[in-house]
């Protein structure tokens, strides 16, 4: 039955994570942690990241062709996230179920109020502060964006959210997108793409570290099916993501996130 439920899965995952930049582990781990109760958090953590790096690169391929992808400001993101990435899939070995479940649901509720209230449709800004930088880009289509933003700020931001993401297995971009776009001024879709790509790198560095640990001995087959099913959704959701409006999606993820967040935080008290 999973070869043919996984695959599926990570089609539908694949798609929607690739539409918002967030690579669809935020969506995986709790459907993980229902399908597998009796997996260990590193063993979970380790399968979301190595398919989120299936379905990142994937993404990331088709955004680079749409040109999207701020690849200077992505480069610096990723080269700062790494570091925290991999002390967060370190530290996920020394927490028991019960307060990663805890953890992760608030996480969800958290970003799902960060989204539900703070929609993303906000204009960039165009005319920096001292001491920002300003990006322009014009993607294949012939759209062309300008924003300013702090590079430094930036930097900082992707650190903890390369840890924190590491430690829950979701890879970052469900945070990562709504800090850019909020705080960095980033346009939505170049948010997304960004993301995208600074998602390969980091999820691949935590990745590297499950495997040299040994965490996804014995479970690579369940792994791969998710895998192919999320690099093919990966494309899915690229090719719809310039006609999808990004506050529609916000609002959809917000609510879903709610509801798993609070179920998860149910389990983790034993109701």
Do not use: K
Request: aromatic letters at 8%.
């Amino acid at each position: 039955m999973q070869y043919l439920l996984l695959p599926l899965l990570g089609v539908v995952i694949g798609a929607l994570g690739t539409l918002v930049g967030a690579g669809g582990g935020f969506i995986l781990v709790p459907i993980l942690l229902f399908l597998y109760p009796d997996d260990p958090p590193n063993v979970t953590s380790s399968i979301s990241l190595a398919v989120v790096f299936m379905n990142a690169t994937s993404g990331a391929v088709a955004y680079w062709r749409q040109r999207r992808i701020d690849l200077r400001g992505g480069a610096w993101f990723a080269i700062a996230a790494v570091p925290g990435s991999v002390l967060g899939a370190l530290i996920v070995q020394h927490l028991s179920r019960e307060l990663f479940s805890a953890v992760f649901g608030g996480v969800l509720i958290g970003i799902a109020l960060l989204i539900f209230f703070r929609p993303s449709q906000r204009m960039p800004r165009t005319e920096p502060r001292p001491g920002e930088t300003v990006r322009e880009l014009t993607d294949r289509a012939g759209h062309h964006f300008i924003w300013a933003f702090s590079l430094w700020q930036g930097v900082v931001l992707a650190f903890g959210i390369g840890f924190l993401s590491s430690i829950l297995g979701i890879g970052g971009g469900i945070i990562h997108v709504p800090m850019m776009v909020m705080l960095l001024s980033y346009p939505v879709h170049i948010a997304t793409a960004t993301s995208t790509f600074v998602l390969t790198v980091t999820s691949f560095a935590g990745t590297a570290t499950h495997v040299v640990a040994g965490e996804l001995t014995g479970v690579v087959g369940r792994t791969l099916l998710i895998g192919a099913g999320m690099v093919a959704g990966a494309q899915l959701g690229a090719a719809l993501a310039p006609g999808v409006r990004p506050a529609m999606i916000s609002r959809v993820l917000a609510t879903c996130l709610v509801l798993v967040g609070g179920r998860l935080l149910l389990r983790a008290a034993g109701a």
